[in-house]
């Protein structure tokens, strides 16, 4: 009969102060018997670099929600404060040779919404803005309080009028 010896070793569990990689077992102490030879001491330090890492996780945690928190209430802090600005324009009407028609054939875009401001007084009329072409491309000119040039006298608002070959820019003029 051949006698066999078990022979276990058993080697110090040492603990490095650097976090714990993802793939890093654990050792639960607390499944280890009272053969095993680890001390208590091997046992508490465990312990206590694992209620550090936890603590050190929480405290990180805590500081991204609290930037979190501060991100999401810096929009609610003041509401927008509505300028309104009132562009006033003198009408000069002339006479003299009729201007010629430019033809774009681009179409224009959908004319704007505007936001009327404030009368700067009882007879003013609002002009509306219109898409005016530079020969290129449309550029917005916005809407405007104008004077009449004479009592009685109403606004007919420009336009782009289609043509069989474009569009042509009908200004607008007091009638």
Request: glycine share 6%; charged share 15%.
């Amino acid at each position: 009969m051949i006698a066999t010896h078990r022979h276990e070793i058993h080697e110090p569990v040492r603990f490095v102060h650097a976090q714990r990689s993802q793939n890093a077992p654990i050792v639960d102490f607390s499944r280890l018997s009272d053969t095993d030879h680890h001390s208590k001491s091997d046992k508490a330090e465990w312990l206590a670099q694992n209620e550090s890492l936890g603590r050190k996780q929480g405290m990180r945690l805590s500081f991204y929600l609290l930037v979190l928190a501060l991100l999401t209430l810096v929009g609610c802090a003041e509401e927008p404060t509505t300028v309104t600005t009132t562009t006033t324009t003198r009408e000069v009407t002339t006479t003299g040779p009729v201007p010629r028609e430019v033809l774009v054939t681009q179409a224009p875009p959908p004319v704007r919404v505007e936001t009327q401001t404030v009368s700067p007084g009882p007879v003013y009329v609002w002009t509306s803005g219109y898409w005016r072409w530079s020969g290129s491309n449309y550029l917005w000119v916005p809407g405007s309080w104008v004077l009449p040039p004479r009592p009685g006298v109403v606004w007919v608002v420009g336009h782009w009028s289609r043509r069989s070959r474009g569009w042509v820019w009908i200004p607008g003029h007091w009638q």
